[in-house]
């Protein structure tokens, strides 16, 4: 039997909780880039062994989007406030700037498939389906 492939997305600091996995596959992925921005002024002109995504970030802004992801289960609340917490930047120390956590997205084989380290910069959900005690059990998210 073959093993399908699940898309994730998983925090930078290694906690188990902090990786969802997708209960189905994404139906949609965009990808966008504005090439308005500022060459990487630390490897000018070294762009060997790079990949396209990697040189196209160090000239402009590059989005990935995820469309029509649906959770289902009791896990629904805490995947939806783990997003919520994600897409909040956090200080990290007293000089600096708050920052959102750096994300890794993955679907597939690495090298073949998607592996990206993004930022969470927003994400619509709507809950479609209660338990009788109103616990939400269904979340479609979009523009993720």
């Known amino acids: 039997m073959r093993k ?6 998983k925090g930078s600091k290694g906690f188990e909780a902090d ?6 596959n994404p139906t949609e992925i965009s990808l966008s880039h504005n090439a308005e921005g500022h060459a990487d002024p630390i490897n000018k002109g070294d762009n060997e062994g790079r990949s396209i995504i990697e040189n196209l970030a160090t000239r402009g802004s ?13 896990r629904c609340q805490s995947i939806v406030d783990t997003l919520v917490k994600w897409v909040m930047p956090v200080q990290a120390g007293t000089n600096e700037k708050p920052r959102r956590e750096r994300l890794t997205f993955e679907w597939g084989v690495k090298g ?15 809950y479609t389906r209660f338990t009788r005690t109103g616990v939400p059990i269904r979340a479609e998210i979009r523009n993720l």
């Open 62 to 74: 590059t989005r990935l989007i995820l469309s029509s992801l649906t959770f289902t289960g009791d």
């Open 4 to 9: 399908v492939s699940k898309a994730r997305l």
């Open 19 to 24: 990786v969802i996995e997708f209960q189905y």
């Open 112 to 126: 073949a498939g998607f592996h990206y380290t993004v930022e969470l910069m927003r994400f619509d959900c709507t």
